[in-house]
Protein backbone atom coordinates (compact mmCIF):
# COMPACT_ATOMS: atom_id res chain seq x y z
CA UNK A 1 0.00 0.00 0.00
CA UNK A 2 1.58 3.56 -0.84
CA UNK A 3 1.88 5.73 1.85
CA UNK A 4 0.51 9.38 2.18
CA UNK A 5 3.90 11.03 2.38
CA UNK A 6 4.10 14.18 5.09
CA UNK A 7 6.77 16.78 5.29
CA UNK A 8 5.97 19.04 8.58
CA UNK A 9 8.25 22.12 9.34
CA UNK A 10 8.40 23.57 13.07
CA UNK A 11 8.36 19.68 14.88
CA UNK A 12 10.53 20.58 18.23
CA UNK A 13 7.57 20.67 20.02
CA UNK A 14 4.35 22.00 20.41
CA UNK A 15 1.60 21.31 17.17
CA UNK A 16 4.46 19.87 14.81
CA UNK A 17 5.79 17.25 17.34
CA UNK A 18 1.96 16.29 18.05
CA UNK A 19 0.97 16.26 14.87
CA UNK A 20 4.18 14.73 13.32
CA UNK A 21 3.98 11.43 16.20
CA UNK A 22 0.46 11.70 15.64
CA UNK A 23 0.58 10.62 12.03
CA UNK A 24 3.05 8.15 12.26
CA UNK A 25 1.67 6.08 15.06
CA UNK A 26 -2.07 6.24 13.40
CA UNK A 27 -3.18 2.64 13.41
CA UNK A 28 -3.80 2.65 9.44
CA UNK A 29 -0.14 2.90 8.65
CA UNK A 30 -0.77 4.81 5.85
CA UNK A 31 1.76 8.02 6.89
CA UNK A 32 5.37 8.45 5.77
CA UNK A 33 6.69 11.55 7.87
CA UNK A 34 9.20 13.84 7.81
CA UNK A 35 9.23 15.77 10.48
CA UNK A 36 11.76 19.05 10.51
CA UNK A 37 13.65 21.00 12.47
CA UNK A 38 15.59 23.94 12.63
CA UNK A 39 17.92 22.77 15.00
CA UNK A 40 18.32 18.87 14.77
CA UNK A 41 19.64 18.93 18.21
CA UNK A 42 16.05 19.85 19.26
CA UNK A 43 14.87 16.70 18.24
CA UNK A 44 15.19 14.42 21.65
CA UNK A 45 11.18 15.49 22.61
CA UNK A 46 9.88 14.23 19.38
CA UNK A 47 11.63 10.97 19.85
CA UNK A 48 10.37 10.60 22.93
CA UNK A 49 6.80 10.94 21.94
CA UNK A 50 6.95 8.54 19.08
CA UNK A 51 8.41 6.00 21.08
CA UNK A 52 5.68 6.05 23.84
CA UNK A 53 2.86 6.13 20.87
CA UNK A 54 4.78 3.29 19.44
CA UNK A 55 5.29 4.64 15.97
CA UNK A 56 6.35 1.81 13.75
CA UNK A 57 10.18 1.39 12.17
CA UNK A 58 9.93 3.94 8.97
CA UNK A 59 6.81 5.75 9.51
CA UNK A 60 9.29 9.09 10.46
CA UNK A 61 12.55 10.48 9.84
CA UNK A 62 14.18 13.76 10.77
CA UNK A 63 15.54 16.17 8.66
CA UNK A 64 16.94 19.70 8.86
CA UNK A 65 14.81 22.44 7.55
CA UNK A 66 15.71 25.89 8.30
CA UNK A 67 12.68 28.19 6.42
CA UNK A 68 14.93 31.13 6.48
CA UNK A 69 17.80 29.02 4.14
CA UNK A 70 16.47 28.41 0.62
CA UNK A 71 19.98 26.17 0.57
CA UNK A 72 18.61 24.42 4.06
CA UNK A 73 14.79 23.91 2.17
CA UNK A 74 16.48 22.40 -1.12
CA UNK A 75 18.45 20.14 1.04
CA UNK A 76 15.61 18.72 2.98
CA UNK A 77 13.47 18.42 -0.20
CA UNK A 78 16.12 16.57 -1.94
CA UNK A 79 16.23 13.54 1.51
CA UNK A 80 12.30 12.88 1.00
CA UNK A 81 13.21 9.55 -0.62
CA UNK A 82 9.88 9.42 -2.27
CA UNK A 83 10.44 12.12 -4.44
CA UNK A 84 8.06 14.18 -3.28
CA UNK A 85 5.26 14.70 -0.84
CA UNK A 86 1.61 14.32 -0.60
CA UNK A 87 0.56 16.51 2.01
CA UNK A 88 3.01 19.76 2.88
CA UNK A 89 3.01 21.17 6.48
CA UNK A 90 -6.23 19.93 11.59
CA UNK A 91 -13.95 18.56 12.51
CA UNK A 92 -14.18 21.71 10.56
CA UNK A 93 -16.74 24.05 12.07
CA UNK A 94 -18.02 27.01 9.54
CA UNK A 95 -15.59 26.46 7.12
CA UNK A 96 -15.89 28.02 3.55
CA UNK A 97 -16.12 24.90 1.17
CA UNK A 98 -13.84 25.63 -1.44
CA UNK A 99 -15.37 24.78 -4.95
CA UNK A 100 -15.43 20.95 -5.87
CA UNK A 101 -12.32 19.81 -7.56
CA UNK A 102 -11.33 16.54 -7.77
CA UNK A 103 -8.17 15.30 -7.37
CA UNK A 104 -6.66 13.81 -10.56
CA UNK A 105 -4.89 10.24 -10.45
CA UNK A 106 -1.13 11.06 -10.00
CA UNK A 107 0.76 11.17 -13.24
CA UNK A 108 3.89 8.82 -14.02
CA UNK A 109 6.89 11.21 -13.77
CA UNK A 110 9.05 12.33 -17.02
CA UNK A 111 12.24 10.54 -17.03
CA UNK A 112 14.87 12.85 -15.27
CA UNK A 113 17.60 14.48 -17.41
CA UNK A 114 21.11 13.90 -16.79
CA UNK A 115 22.17 17.69 -15.37
CA UNK A 116 21.27 18.24 -11.89
CA UNK A 117 19.85 14.67 -10.46
CA UNK A 118 22.59 11.78 -9.83
CA UNK A 119 22.81 8.79 -11.52
CA UNK A 120 22.15 6.43 -8.41
CA UNK A 121 19.14 8.79 -7.54
CA UNK A 122 17.54 9.22 -10.80
CA UNK A 123 17.63 5.49 -10.71
CA UNK A 124 15.63 5.48 -7.54
CA UNK A 125 13.28 7.48 -8.16
CA UNK A 126 12.34 6.18 -11.89
CA UNK A 127 12.08 2.90 -9.76
CA UNK A 128 9.61 3.70 -6.90
CA UNK A 129 7.25 5.58 -9.35
CA UNK A 130 5.30 9.06 -8.92
CA UNK A 131 4.08 9.73 -5.45
CA UNK A 132 2.66 13.22 -4.19
CA UNK A 133 3.01 14.75 -1.34
CA UNK A 134 1.40 16.63 1.53
CA UNK A 135 3.36 19.47 3.37
CA UNK A 136 2.37 20.99 6.70
CA UNK A 137 3.85 24.46 7.00
CA UNK A 138 4.00 24.78 11.01
CA UNK A 139 7.14 26.98 11.61
CA UNK A 140 6.56 30.28 12.77
CA UNK A 141 7.78 33.33 15.57
CA UNK A 142 5.99 35.82 17.43
CA UNK A 143 6.59 38.94 18.54
CA UNK A 144 4.61 40.70 21.33
CA UNK A 145 4.89 44.16 23.03
CA UNK A 146 4.30 47.50 21.96
CA UNK A 147 5.24 48.74 18.48
CA UNK A 148 7.68 51.36 18.86
CA UNK A 149 10.20 49.14 20.92
CA UNK A 150 10.59 46.80 18.42
CA UNK A 151 13.74 46.74 16.42
CA UNK A 152 13.85 46.53 12.76
CA UNK A 153 15.79 43.19 13.02
CA UNK A 154 13.12 41.44 15.22
CA UNK A 155 10.05 42.60 12.99
CA UNK A 156 11.89 41.67 9.64
CA UNK A 157 12.57 37.88 11.66
CA UNK A 158 9.26 37.25 11.97
CA UNK A 159 8.23 38.18 8.24
CA UNK A 160 11.36 36.31 7.21
CA UNK A 161 9.85 32.98 9.08
CA UNK A 162 6.18 33.27 8.89
CA UNK A 163 5.69 34.75 5.59
CA UNK A 164 8.82 34.11 3.99
CA UNK A 165 9.81 31.30 5.34
CA UNK A 166 6.70 29.71 4.08
CA UNK A 167 6.85 30.89 0.65
CA UNK A 168 10.56 29.05 0.44
CA UNK A 169 9.08 25.67 1.49
CA UNK A 170 5.94 26.44 -0.92
CA UNK A 171 8.42 27.08 -4.12
CA UNK A 172 10.00 24.12 -3.33
CA UNK A 173 7.35 21.77 -3.01
CA UNK A 174 4.37 23.07 -5.38
CA UNK A 175 6.34 22.57 -8.85
CA UNK A 176 6.13 18.58 -8.29
CA UNK A 177 2.88 18.84 -6.91
CA UNK A 178 1.45 20.64 -9.96
CA UNK A 179 2.98 18.06 -12.41
CA UNK A 180 1.50 14.92 -10.44
CA UNK A 181 -1.75 17.48 -10.22
CA UNK A 182 -1.96 15.74 -6.88
CA UNK A 183 -0.90 17.28 -3.09
CA UNK A 184 -2.20 18.94 -0.02
CA UNK A 185 -0.82 22.09 1.08
CA UNK A 186 -1.91 22.90 5.10
CA UNK A 187 -0.67 25.79 7.02
CA UNK A 188 -0.79 26.42 11.02
CA UNK A 189 -3.72 29.44 10.34
CA UNK A 190 -3.98 31.73 13.44
CA UNK A 191 -6.72 33.85 14.98
CA UNK A 192 -3.95 36.64 14.86
CA UNK A 193 -4.42 36.14 10.82
CA UNK A 194 -8.15 36.85 11.01
CA UNK A 195 -8.55 39.58 13.18
CA UNK A 196 -5.91 42.20 14.32
CA UNK A 197 -4.81 41.60 18.35
CA UNK A 198 -3.42 44.22 20.73
CA UNK A 199 0.22 43.81 21.16
CA UNK A 200 0.26 41.29 18.40
CA UNK A 201 1.08 43.99 15.68
CA UNK A 202 4.12 42.41 13.54
CA UNK A 203 3.04 38.96 14.26
CA UNK A 204 -0.99 39.45 12.95
CA UNK A 205 0.66 41.50 9.96
CA UNK A 206 2.59 38.28 8.75
CA UNK A 207 -0.44 35.96 9.79
CA UNK A 208 -2.87 38.08 7.62
CA UNK A 209 -0.31 38.08 4.58
CA UNK A 210 -0.47 33.91 4.94
CA UNK A 211 -4.24 33.97 4.85
CA UNK A 212 -3.76 36.33 1.57
CA UNK A 213 -0.85 33.71 0.50
CA UNK A 214 -3.00 30.66 1.05
CA UNK A 215 -6.58 32.07 -0.11
CA UNK A 216 -4.88 33.27 -3.50
CA UNK A 217 -3.18 30.00 -3.72
CA UNK A 218 -5.98 27.65 -3.39
CA UNK A 219 -7.99 29.48 -6.27
CA UNK A 220 -5.05 29.17 -8.28
CA UNK A 221 -4.20 25.95 -7.93
CA UNK A 222 -7.66 24.42 -8.54
CA UNK A 223 -7.27 23.28 -12.08
CA UNK A 224 -4.01 20.94 -10.68
CA UNK A 225 -6.05 19.29 -8.16
CA UNK A 226 -3.78 20.40 -5.57
CA UNK A 227 -5.35 21.80 -2.38
CA UNK A 228 -4.22 24.45 0.40
CA UNK A 229 -6.01 24.64 3.82
CA UNK A 230 -5.44 26.57 6.66
CA UNK A 231 -6.37 25.46 10.71
CA UNK A 232 -6.85 28.40 11.97
CA UNK A 233 -5.92 27.76 15.63
CA UNK A 234 -7.19 30.00 18.55
CA UNK A 235 -4.89 29.87 22.27
CA UNK A 236 -3.51 26.57 22.20
CA UNK A 237 -1.16 25.42 25.22
CA UNK A 238 1.97 24.77 23.65
CA UNK A 239 5.87 26.14 23.98
CA UNK A 240 5.33 28.57 21.24
CA UNK A 241 3.65 30.96 23.78
CA UNK A 242 6.44 30.16 26.22
CA UNK A 243 9.06 31.78 23.57
CA UNK A 244 6.60 34.00 22.26
CA UNK A 245 9.33 37.03 21.72
CA UNK A 246 9.13 40.83 23.34
CA UNK A 247 12.27 41.72 21.46
CA UNK A 248 15.78 41.77 23.37
CA UNK A 249 16.71 44.62 24.71
CA UNK A 250 13.22 45.83 25.32
CA UNK A 251 12.52 49.01 27.62
CA UNK A 252 9.57 49.44 28.42
CA UNK A 253 10.45 52.83 30.51
CA UNK A 254 10.54 54.16 27.69
CA UNK A 255 7.27 53.47 26.65
CA UNK A 256 4.20 56.45 27.74
CA UNK A 257 2.64 55.21 30.93
CA UNK A 258 -0.63 54.65 29.59
CA UNK A 259 0.61 52.19 26.99
CA UNK A 260 2.36 50.43 29.62
CA UNK A 261 -0.87 50.00 31.33
CA UNK A 262 -2.52 48.50 28.54
CA UNK A 263 0.10 46.22 28.00
CA UNK A 264 0.19 45.02 31.51
CA UNK A 265 -3.78 44.60 31.63
CA UNK A 266 -3.33 42.51 28.10
CA UNK A 267 -1.14 40.24 29.51
CA UNK A 268 -2.76 39.72 32.39
CA UNK A 269 -6.06 38.92 30.57
CA UNK A 270 -4.03 36.74 28.38
CA UNK A 271 -2.53 34.54 30.74
CA UNK A 272 -5.57 33.69 32.31
CA UNK A 273 -7.13 33.21 28.89
CA UNK A 274 -4.48 30.49 28.29
CA UNK A 275 -4.62 29.00 31.81
CA UNK A 276 -8.85 28.49 31.46
CA UNK A 277 -9.49 28.48 27.34
CA UNK A 278 -6.17 27.11 25.87
CA UNK A 279 -6.87 23.86 23.73
CA UNK A 280 -3.92 20.89 23.61
CA UNK A 281 -1.97 20.68 20.92
CA UNK A 282 -3.36 16.99 20.71
CA UNK A 283 -7.06 18.38 19.83
CA UNK A 284 -5.04 20.88 17.10
CA UNK A 285 -3.69 17.67 15.49
CA UNK A 286 -6.86 15.98 15.13
CA UNK A 287 -7.89 18.89 13.24
CA UNK A 288 -5.23 18.89 11.18
CA UNK A 289 -5.76 14.50 10.04
CA UNK A 290 -9.66 16.05 9.45
CA UNK A 291 -7.97 18.29 6.79
CA UNK A 292 -6.00 15.80 5.28
CA UNK A 293 -8.60 12.94 5.02
CA UNK A 294 -11.51 15.44 3.93
CA UNK A 295 -12.51 14.44 0.22
CA UNK A 296 -13.54 18.25 -0.34
CA UNK A 297 -10.95 19.99 1.44
CA UNK A 298 -12.15 23.40 2.84
CA UNK A 299 -10.07 26.66 2.56
CA UNK A 300 -10.04 26.68 6.08
CA UNK A 301 -10.90 24.41 9.18
CA UNK A 302 -11.36 26.35 12.83
CA UNK A 303 -9.79 24.42 15.67
CA UNK A 304 -12.29 26.11 18.09
CA UNK A 305 -15.61 27.91 17.91
CA UNK A 306 -14.51 30.47 20.39
CA UNK A 307 -13.20 32.39 17.67
CA UNK A 308 -16.50 32.56 15.27
CA UNK A 309 -18.48 35.33 16.71
CA UNK A 310 -15.62 37.80 16.27
CA UNK A 311 -14.78 36.90 12.96
CA UNK A 312 -18.46 37.12 12.09
CA UNK A 313 -18.97 40.56 14.17
CA UNK A 314 -15.80 41.39 11.80
CA UNK A 315 -17.17 40.12 8.42
CA UNK A 316 -20.48 41.93 9.05
CA UNK A 317 -19.41 45.76 10.00
CA UNK A 318 -17.13 46.58 6.91
CA UNK A 319 -16.34 49.95 8.63
CA UNK A 320 -14.57 47.84 11.46
CA UNK A 321 -15.83 49.89 14.17
CA UNK A 322 -18.09 47.09 16.17
CA UNK A 323 -15.07 44.76 16.16
CA UNK A 324 -12.46 46.92 17.44
CA UNK A 325 -15.07 48.26 20.09
CA UNK A 326 -15.31 44.96 20.96
CA UNK A 327 -11.45 43.37 21.21
CA UNK A 328 -10.88 46.86 23.11
CA UNK A 329 -13.26 45.93 25.86
CA UNK A 330 -12.11 42.56 25.90
CA UNK A 331 -8.64 42.12 25.70
CA UNK A 332 -8.27 45.03 27.89
CA UNK A 333 -10.60 43.11 31.15
CA UNK A 334 -9.19 42.37 34.05
CA UNK A 335 -12.62 40.83 34.68
CA UNK A 336 -13.67 37.61 32.72
CA UNK A 337 -15.78 38.84 30.05
CA UNK A 338 -17.99 37.95 27.14
CA UNK A 339 -18.01 38.96 23.42
CA UNK A 340 -20.88 39.08 21.03
CA UNK A 341 -23.19 36.36 20.67
CA UNK A 342 -21.81 34.86 24.44
CA UNK A 343 -18.44 34.51 22.76
CA UNK A 344 -15.67 33.96 26.08
CA UNK A 345 -12.49 35.71 26.03
CA UNK A 346 -10.39 33.43 23.63
CA UNK A 347 -10.20 35.72 21.01
CA UNK A 348 -8.45 38.92 23.53
CA UNK A 349 -5.85 35.70 24.26
CA UNK A 350 -3.23 36.64 21.50
CA UNK A 351 -1.72 33.87 19.43
CA UNK A 352 -1.35 29.94 20.44
CA UNK A 353 -0.14 28.91 17.36
CA UNK A 354 2.69 29.83 14.58
Not at 42 to 65: D, I, K, Y
Not at 108 to 132: F, L, M, N, T, Y
Amino acid sequence: MDRTVVLITGCSSGIGLHLATRLASDPSRSFKVYATFRDLSTQGPLWEAAESRGCPPGSLETLQLDVQDADSVAAARARVTEGCVDVLGEPPQNACQSLPCPVSKPRCPEAQGASGVPQGQRAVREARGDRPLLAVCNAGRGLLGPLEVHSADAVGSVLDVNLVGTVRVLQAFLPDMKRRHSGRILVTGSMGGLMGIPFNDVYCASKFAIEGLCESLAIQLLPFGVHVSLIECGPVRTAFQEKFQMGRGVVLDNVDAQTRNLFSQYLRHSKQVFREQGQDPEEVAEVFLTAMRDPRPALRYFSSEGILPLVRLRLSDPSGCSYVAAMHRIGFSDKPAHGPDGAGTEAGAGTGGP
